[in-house]
C-alpha cells in the first residue's frame, strides 16, 4: 500500500494556518461619533456668547446709554454738589459701565453719610439715595463736636450752625484723635449716651430739653445738669436705667412741692435703693 504524502504546498498552508491561529489577537475598532443636533447647540451657544459680548462692549461705547442726569435723594446738611463730587461720575460716563459699589464707597466717606444706595435707570439716569447720620449731642473738648446715637464723632461743629442739644462735657483732649475716641472715653460717652437716650423717649420731666450737659469727668460717675436750673444729678454708671426712673419721680415731687429752684444737687448714686436731695443754704 501506498502512503501519499502531502504536497509541500498543502503543508505551508497548514503550517501558516496554524501559526495564525496561535499568535494572532483580537483587535478592536472604536469610531466616535457627535449627533448633528449636539453641534448644532455648540454652535448656537458660541454664536450667542459672542453677539452677547459684541452687543455688551456696543452698548458700553453707545450715546443712548451717556449719563444725562444723576438724582440725589436724602440731602440735608451735605449737598447735592458735594455728593455729585464724590461719586465722579460725569456727563461722559457711560451708565452701563459704572461701579455702583466703588461710587457708594467713595460717597460713604464722607463724614456725614451713614449709608448710600446708588442704583441705574435706564437708559441714562443714575440715582443715588444717601442717609444722613443724625447728631444727638455735642462734644465738648478742645474743640465742639457733633456726634451720633452711637457716640461717635461726626464732625467739628461750625461756628455758623446752631443746634440745641445736650453737651457732653470732660474729655481730655489728648483721647480725641483723628475725630477718633479713645476706647477708655468711649466708654463713659456710650454711657452719657444711654442717659439721652433714656431722656428723649416720649415726654418725660427729665426729657432730653431738660438736660442741658452730661459731665464724664469721673470715671464711675456721670452728673446730668437741668436746663432750667441747672441742678445736678449724680449717676454712677451701673444700671442706668433704674436710676433714671428714679430720677425722673425724684424730680416730680421737686416740682410739686415748689422746692425745685432750692435743690443745690441730688445724688442718686447716694446707696442701694436710696437717693439724696440737698438743699441751698
Known amino acids: 500500500m501506498k ?4 504536497s509541500s504546498e498543502f503543508r505551508s498552508s497548514v503550517c501558516s494556518s496554524g501559526s495564525r491561529d496561535k499568535s494572532a489577537k483580537p483587535v478592536f475598532s472604536l469610531s466616535w461619533s457627535i449627533h448633528p443636533k449636539i ?3 455648540l454652535a448656537i451657544m458660541c454664536i450667542g456668547f459672542v453677539g452677547f459680548f459684541v452687543c455688551r462692549y456696543w452698548a458700553c461705547q453707545s450715546d443712548l446709554f451717556r449719563i444725562c442726569q444723576v438724582l440725589v435723594k436724602g440731602c440735608d446738611h451735605v449737598t447735592e454738589d458735594e455728593i455729585l463730587q464724590l461719586s465722579d461720575v460725569t456727563a461722559q460716563d457711560n451708565l452701563l459701565s459704572l461701579d455702583l459699589k466703588s461710587i457708594a464707597t467713595s460717597i460713604e466717606a464722607h463724614p456725614w453719610i451713614h449709608a448710600v444706595e446708588v442704583k441705574k435707570k435706564l437708559p441714562d439716569h443714575l440715582m443715588i439715595k444717601i442717609k444722613e447720620r443724625t447728631p444727638v ?3 465738648n473738648s478742645d474743640k465742639m ?3 451720633d446715637e452711637q457716640g461717635k464723632i461726626i464732625d467739628k461743629l461750625l461756628t455758623k ?3 440745641s442739644l445736650p453737651i457732653i462735657t470732660g474729655i481730655d483732649p489728648k483721647n480725641i484723635i483723628d475725630h477718633q475716641i479713645n476706647k477708655s472715653t468711649n466708654q463713659q460717652i456710650q454711657k ?3 442717659l439721652i437716650s433714656m431722656a428723649s423717649k416720649g415726654t418725660r420731666t427729665l426729657g432730653v430739653n431738660n438736660v442741658s450737659q452730661i459731665d464724664i469727668a ?6 446730668l445738669y437741668t436746663s432750667d436750673s441747672a441742678i445736678p444729678f449724680y449717676f454712677d454708671t451701673k444700671n442706668l436705667s433704674a436710676q433714671f426712673s428714679k430720677a425722673e419721680k425724684i424730680l416730680y415731687q421737686l416740682y410739686r412741692s415748689g422746692i425745685y429752684k432750692k435743690v443745690a444737687k441730688v445724688e442718686l448714686d447716694y446707696g442701694p435703693g436710696q437717693a439724696l436731695a440737698s438743699l441751698k443754704h
Open 3 to 6: 502512503i501519499r504524502r502531502p
Open 39 to 41: 453641534l448644532v447647540g
Open 137 to 139: 449731642a455735642l462734644l
Open 145 to 147: 463736636y457733633l456726634v
Open 161 to 163: 450752625e446752631r443746634f
Open 192 to 194: 452719657a449716651m444711654e
Open 218 to 223: 469721673k470715671r464711675e460717675t456721670l452728673v
